[in-house]
């Protein structure tokens, strides 16, 4: 039962499961956690709006009086108690008098504490006729500059004064609308006149020069361009100055309180019994359904495995194809393991064929051999040279079949031992065209190659022995070697009979002849072609043919060029 697959199905289901439930729980703990950070988030935003708004208060006003409603509005909207209070602890607003406030203040409220609040403006504020000379300036410049195609806007700054801002990337504008809209008026003109005494004073304790205000930006112009490496001290000068002339315009620091109103505690989770029974039954339910859907799915899962199964036991010698149209994972399967059968029964009519090529080979010259013996034993022959060179024939004829069969073999197995070594293509190929006289050979060029030499020539010798027993006496059979790319290229081409086309996909197969009545009139074991080209594969090479049927054949060799680094691996 361990080893079944639908056990194995039914162990994962219910793994799945627990590990499900134990998900949701993770889950339901993450939102919840993920819940109080979201509500801390708000909170943490309502107060920056409770500190920005009362700090705007204290940048517009000198003095905290009046600032009570907007404490309670600001505690009605967030939900918070408020609490404001002087830097000596005196209360000066309280949401909720009474409430007690911590020993430790949340903020402190200071427009000019470390960087000054813009919307403290004191006497540069502009207003009446100041403020509508300056708002129909930058209007005209707005509509200036939008007429020429500048992408631009307009804001209004705490001082009301409106600033034109041109978009990023805006195109050059033209001179025309070169006027400024910041020109300071008069009356922020005499509050510059006031910063820049002080700031001078300042600059003076430093031994600085004085510098220029021309706008209300407060970027400081250097006269002397000593100053322009004291660009710090400049500007502290400056933020001194200005808090200095801002001091009277705001109101005094305060110190900010923020507290929660007092509420019961709400549990995250309840896990009364009633919840807890709840959630068992549920899990419980959730098992049970997840139990009977993976028997359903199992046994439709195995019903085919069984068929196959069956099929295997089955067969007496070789698994018999099924009959299953799925088209899933085991349709699959089921088509692999037909296409299986088929190459099963391909190849046992291969090794049937094969085996009684091998009988029909071996069998006539063991039947010339028996015969002759038979005939001298019984005085019928008699044993002269005329008759042992016959019976060395025939037995030589069976050493060729059984060494071919030999070398078949260790190549099928990856046991064919070579040794390799650099030689002259040009001197082996002319050792074997030596002895299969009348052959042309042409070599371009002075060429090498690492091979085994006694392979490289049976290669060649079997091509070319091949080539003679289809080429008639006037014919003619050529040898050429040269290099064309990475491959060193052996042709050995003939005028000979030619193969038809249908017969070519078959020319290196074992035993194969184009006419078997031919077989023993031409002599050869059917063997030469394909081990020449089982040699060639592995040398890291191939052969192939090309051939037309009353013409010719051109049987290629190609082997790693002289100049690779490594030959090839051999093919399959």
Same mark, same amino acid.
Request: overall charge positive; hydrophobic content about 45%.
């Given at each position: 039962m361990s080893r079944s697959l639908?056990?194995?199905? @039914? /162990? !994962? #289901? %219910?793994?799945?499961?627990? @590990?499900?439930?134990?998900?949701? $729980?993770?889950?339901?703990?993450?939102?919840? =956690?993920?819940?109080?950070?979201?509500?801390?988030?708000?909170s943490l935003a309502g107060d920056s709006l409770i500190h920005d708004a009362l700090l705007g208060y204290a940048a517009e006003h000198p003095r905290w009086t009046g600032v009570e409603p907007l404490v309670r509005r600001l505690a009605a909207e967030s939900g918070r108690q408020i609490t404001l209070t002087t830097v000596g602890g005196t209360v000066i607003a309280a949401s909720d008098p009474g409430v007690p406030v911590s020993a430790r203040a949340d903020a402190v409220l200071d427009p000019l504490g470390a960087a000054i609040d813009p919307r403290a403006v004191g006497p540069y504020r502009i207003s009446g006729r100041d403020q509508a000379r300056q708002h129909a300036?930058? /209007?005209?410049? @707005?509509?200036?500059?939008?007429?020429?195609?500048?992408?631009?806007?307009?804001?209004?700054?705490?001082?009301?004064?409106? +600033?034109?801002r041109l978009a990023a990337g805006s195109p050059r504008q033209r001179a025309d609308c070169n006027f400024r809209e910041d020109e300071p008026s008069a009356g922020e003109r005499a509050a510059l006149d006031h910063l820049q005494t002080r700031v001078t004073g300042c600059l003076k304790g430093h031994l600085l020069t004085e510098v220029s205000f021309y706008t209300t930006d407060f970027t400081p112009i250097h006269r002397d361009p000593t100053n322009v490496g004291n660009s710090q001290a400049i500007q502290d000068c400056v933020d001194r100055g200005r808090r200095e002339q801002l001091r009277r315009y705001v109101a005094e620091p305060a110190r900010l309180y923020l507290t929660?109103? $007092?509420?019961?505690?709400?549990?995250?989770? *309840?896990?009364?019994?009633? #919840? !807890? &029974?709840?959630?068992?039954? %549920? =899990?419980?339910? +959730?098992? %049970?359904?997840?139990? !009977? +859907?993976t028997l359903v799915v199992g046994m439709w899962l195995v019903r085919p495995l069984r068929a196959l199964t069956a099929a295997v036991d089955g067969a007496a010698s070789r698994p018999?194809? %099924?009959?299953?149209?799925?088209?899933?994972?085991?349709?699959?399967?089921?088509?692999?393991?037909?296409?299986? $059968?088929?190459? #099963?029964?391909?190849?046992?009519?291969?090794?049937? =064929?094969?085996?009684?090529?091998?009988?029909?080979?071996?069998?006539?010259?063991?039947?010339?051999?028996?015969?002759?013996?038979?005939a001298g034993q019984d005085g019928l022959a008699d044993l002269d040279q005329d008759l042992i060179r016959l019976l060395l024939e025939e037995a030589g004829l069976l050493q060729h079949i059984v060494d071919d069969l030999a070398d078949l073999a260790e190549a099928d197995a990856g046991t064919l031992a070579l040794n390799l070594g650099e030689h002259a293509v040009g001197d082996l190929l002319a050792q074997v065209c030596e002895a299969h006289r009348g052959t042309g050979l042409t070599v371009g060029g002075d060429l090498w190659a690492v091979v085994d030499p006694i392979r490289f020539r049976q290669i060649v010798g079997n091509l070319l022995t091949n080539a003679w027993r289809h080429t008639p006496a006037d014919g003619r059979v050529e040898v050429r070697a040269a290099v064309e790319g990475d491959?060193?290229?052996?042709? +050995?081409? *003939?005028?000979?009979? /030619?193969?038809?086309?249908?017969?070519?996909?078959?020319?290196?197969?074992?035993?194969?002849? $184009?006419?078997?009545?031919?077989?023993?009139? =031409? /002599?050869?074991? &059917?063997?030469? @072609?394909?081990?020449?080209?089982?040699?060639?594969?592995?040398?890291?090479?191939?052969i192939t043919v090309i051939s037309t049927h009353g013409r010719g054949s051109t049987f290629t060799v190609r082997l790693p060029a002289p100049d690779s680094p490594h030959p090839r691996p051999a093919s399959p």
């Open positions: 639908v056990v194995r199905l @039914l /162990g !994962t #289901s %219910v793994l799945i499961v627990v @590990l499900s439930v134990g998900a949701a $729980a993770w889950l339901a703990a993450k939102t919840a =956690t993920r819940a109080v950070q979201q509500e801390q988030s708000h300036r930058a /209007g005209k410049r @707005l509509r200036c500059l939008r007429d020429q195609g500048v992408a631009a806007t307009i804001e209004e700054t705490p001082a009301g004064r409106l +600033v034109v929660s109103p $007092a509420r019961p505690p709400v549990p995250v989770f *309840d896990l009364s019994p009633e #919840s !807890t &029974g709840r959630i068992a039954v %549920v =899990t419980a339910s +959730v098992l %049970v359904a997840a139990i !009977t +859907v018999a194809p %099924v009959r299953i149209a799925r088209n899933d994972e085991i349709g699959r399967l089921a088509a692999a393991f037909n296409a299986l $059968a088929d190459r #099963s029964e391909h190849s046992e009519r291969q090794r049937r =064929t094969m085996v009684d090529d091998i009988a029909h080979e071996l069998r006539s010259p063991l039947t010339n051999i028996r015969n002759w013996l038979t491959d060193l290229v052996i042709d +050995v081409a *003939d005028t000979g009979e /030619g193969i038809a086309a249908d017969d070519l996909p078959h020319v290196f197969d074992r035993f194969w002849r $184009a006419d078997r009545a031919r077989a023993r009139a =031409t /002599g050869g074991s &059917g063997l030469g @072609l394909s081990i020449a080209r089982k040699l060639a594969q592995a040398h890291g090479g191939d």
